[in-house]
């Protein structure tokens, strides 16, 4: 019993060393080329793909790209935005009263993940969708608009798919501090349209 228990001791030993070495793997700061490619592995088809790092869907310090689907005669199509920044000033609370505006819903999603949405005005807006995930100091918050949201996201059929959405953010390489390959893999991205000097 206590030589499986000494082997079973050196295992974990073993096993933690691995872990610790490779948190230690080295990192380079996320490139908005480098998020677009791991959007468009979770959500491919995207008629256009471009830096939006000055956009709206997050703060200073974060690095944002702009995927529309669809569209075409006057019509952009629908818009997915997803960035990646520090996860300092991010809330997965749900705001209530008066902070709460125009939302429609809230909802948790774990401990992680928070999703956010105003539903449609028939003929005016077609509701947006907005999700927030908290992964150690980054954050990554993404915004669709264009699809109609006529109810609660979780249970309507999207456009893309909400489990699209979700594993989108919950990706592992958003990160502000990523693995070189995923910075490689963005510099492959075709047609990206970079934001003008």
Not at 77 to 83: E, F
Not at 135 to 147: E, F, K, R
Request: aromatic share 2%.
């Amino acid at each position: 019993m206590r030589g499986r228990l000494a082997v079973l001791a050196a295992a974990v030993l073993v096993l933690s060393g691995c872990q610790l070495g490779d948190s230690e793997e080295e990192t380079e700061p996320i490139t908005a080329r480098a998020v677009a490619a791991v959007a468009l592995e979770h959500l491919p088809g995207a008629t256009s793909v471009g830096d939006a790092t000055d956009g709206p869907t997050m703060e200073k310090g974060a690095v944002s790209v702009s995927l529309r689907y669809g569209g075409g005669e006057g019509d952009d199509g629908d818009l997915v935005q997803v960035g990646v920044g520090p996860a300092t000033g991010i809330s997965l609370e749900c705001p209530e009263g008066e902070a709460a505006g125009a939302l429609s819903g809230c909802a948790p999603v774990d401990d992680s993940t928070t999703i956010l949405w105003e539903t449609e005005e028939p003929e005016e807006d077609p509701g947006v969708l907005l999700v927030r995930h908290v992964n150690d100091d980054s954050a990554v918050v993404l915004l669709l608009a264009g699809p109609a949201i006529d109810g609660d996201p979780r249970t309507i059929d999207l456009k893309p798919a909400y489990e699209d959405l979700l594993a989108l953010v919950r990706d592992d390489r958003l990160r502000l501090q990523t693995s070189p390959q995923t910075v490689e893999d963005g510099e492959k991205v075709k047609n990206f349209a970079d934001l003008p000097e």
